[in-house]
């Protein structure tokens, strides 16, 4: 593992230290093998575009469908160039807004925490330059799912805290949380939550793309146990190259907040981000491969035992 980490990290590393104009020109040509040849996940990709938005016809989804995979490929090289990219050409890059609002309610309200909600939208691996933004007593922190091959997960893992934040596993969540609010740690916190939860991790459906769709419900349930502000993250692609991120309070007091209507309302902003600018969110994965009638069927089997 050891080896074939050195060797793509060094391959990799290399390619980034090309300037990124050069490295859309790689972006356009990777298009085309990746679109028209390989046709990567193209079914996938065509099948939850027509089904989210029934009302396209056939031309406006492969429409989409190209600006997506245009999108993808330049995720791609923007990502490589974290590997060289410096501070400052990537806070000129990468802007963000509500941060001093934030900041000053965890110091006012005294709070701990501040969780946001975040999606597969834009460039979310750019996101993670957040640390560059708060005082330094404030620490970022992102909730990640391991990635299966391990040379990979220890190259994405370098990419994300490189920035002086740190990545918490996703079954180390609670335990990592407990840890730092007794060290009464200000945290930042995001959760990407646009991704299917397994079955024996479904407790909340709601509607999302004109389908019933199992959500996770982590970041509200932890939000009430910690106290911690709510808020979500707006994330728009200003040109080639450049993304904004404006943070938006959902709840100062979660607690105050009904079960699953924070986690109701964080859908609704990512539906509306997304139908705003659909190709700039990762279509390419299977979203909806869970169904409500299914879970139903495996609640009944399990209550027969």
Not at 187 to 215: L, Y
């Amino acid at each position: 593992m050891k080896i074939v980490y050195y060797i793509i990290f060094v391959f990799w590393y290399l390619l980034s230290l090309l300037p990124l104009r050069v490295l859309y020109v790689l972006s356009d040509l990777l298009f085309f093998p990746i679109y028209y040849l390989f046709g990567y996940r193209k079914k996938v990709v065509r099948k939850n575009l027509t089904q989210s938005f029934p009302n396209k016809n056939e031309k406006e989804i492969k429409t989409i469908e190209k600006q997506f995979y245009h999108f993808l490929c330049d995720y791609m090289v923007e990502t490589l160039k974290l590997f060289s990219m410096s501070k400052e050409q990537l806070k000129r890059r990468m802007t963000f807004g509500g941060v001093d609002e934030i900041v000053q309610k965890m110091n006012t309200q005294e709070k701990t925490f501040c969780f946001v909600y975040l999606g597969h939208y834009c460039n979310w691996e750019w996101i993670a330059s957040l640390p560059y933004w708060v005082p330094e007593d404030v620490l970022c922190g992102q909730i990640y799912h391991p990635l299966y091959n391990k040379a990979m997960d220890k190259l994405f893992l370098r990419l994300r805290n490189q920035f002086g934040g740190e990545c918490i596993a996703m079954k180390e969540t609670l335990r990592r949380i407990i840890e730092l609010k007794r060290a009464k740690q200000k945290t930042i916190i995001g959760f990407i939550s646009d991704q299917g939860p397994k079955w024996n991790s479904i407790h909340h459906w709601t509607n999302f793309f004109h389908r019933e769709t199992a959500v996770f419900i982590g970041t509200e349930k932890i939000g009430k146990q910690v106290d911690a502000l709510i808020y979500y993250a707006d994330v728009k692609r200003i040109k080639r190259g450049y993304y904004h991120c404006e943070f938006k309070p959902l709840a100062d007091n979660p607690k105050a907040i009904p079960d699953f209507e924070l986690t109701d309302t964080y859908t609704r902003l990512l539906e509306d981000m997304i139908t705003h600018s659909p190709q700039y969110w990762l279509w390419s994965h299977k979203r909806w491969k869970r169904t409500k009638e299914e879970w139903i069927r495996r609640q009944q089997q399990e209550a027969k035992k």
